[in-house]
Nanobody, 131 residues
Framework: QVHLVESGGGLVQVGASLRLSCVVSGPTVSGPIRPWSMGWFRQAPGKEREFVAA????????YYQDSVKGRFTISKDNAKNTVYLQMNSLNPEDTAVYSC????????????????????WGQGTQVTVSS
């Protein structure tokens, strides 16, 4: 089993920054998560889960939703089995529960934005941006 635990959420003002972390652990995690693809998704009240950002396998190509490009940065520390989401210039539309997800098998680029492509999910961390 694989466990993903997010942290770093909170209540902030418009324009503030937050850094979310997602630590990957579990008895089946036998080594670094270098070959895994990791994604961040978010879900606001009354809305469907949406893709935010992803980092693909070991080549570390990154992908973003258009609304967060230039503001959010996803990164992965393979030695710490941790993926981060640096979020700058936050606005009220960014308010949501943010969840990280792991894909342990190879993934094609066209599938990286789909929640159904991921094998494991964390419980999520709340981000609230107040105006």
């Amino acid at each position: 089993q694989v466990h993903l635990v997010e942290s770093g959420g909170g209540l902030v003002q418009v324009g503030a920054s937050l850094r979310l972390s997602c630590v990957v652990s579990g008895p089946t995690v036998s080594g670094p998560i270098r070959p895994w693809s990791m994604g961040w998704f978010r879900q606001a009240p009354g809305k469907e889960r949406e893709f935010v950002a992803a980092i693909r396998e070991s080549n570390s190509d990154t992908y973003y939703q258009d609304s967060v490009k230039g503001r959010f940065t996803i990164s992965k520390d393979n030695a710490k089995n941790t993926v981060y989401l640096q979020m700058n210039s936050l606005n009220p539309e960014d308010t949501a529960v943010y969840s990280c997800a792991a894909r342990t098998r190879r993934i094609i680029v066209s599938a990286i934005r789909s929640p159904s492509s991921y094998d494991y999910w964390g419980q999520g961390t709340q981000v609230t941006v107040s105006s």
